[in-house]
């Protein structure tokens, strides 16, 4: 396990808002990229085995 530094509160709210934000972006691009696909996705989710 790598060593940890201790961190102050400032600090780890900074991190937990990096957090935040590239989950977010990370959501909004695959609920778009569902989106844009949804037709394909649909219709290999029809298809028969």
């Known amino acids: 396990m790598a060593k ?3 961190m ?5 709210l900074e991190e937990l808002r990096r957090v935040i934000i590239v ?5 909004l691009v695959a ?4 989106f844009f696909y949804s037709d394909f996705l649909l219709s290999l989710l029809q298809k028969p085995i």
């Open 23 to 27: 989950s977010l972006v990370a959501l």
């Open 8 to 12: 102050s509160w400032i600090t780890h």
């Open 4 to 6: 940890e530094k201790a």
């Open 31 to 34: 609920t778009f990229s569902c």
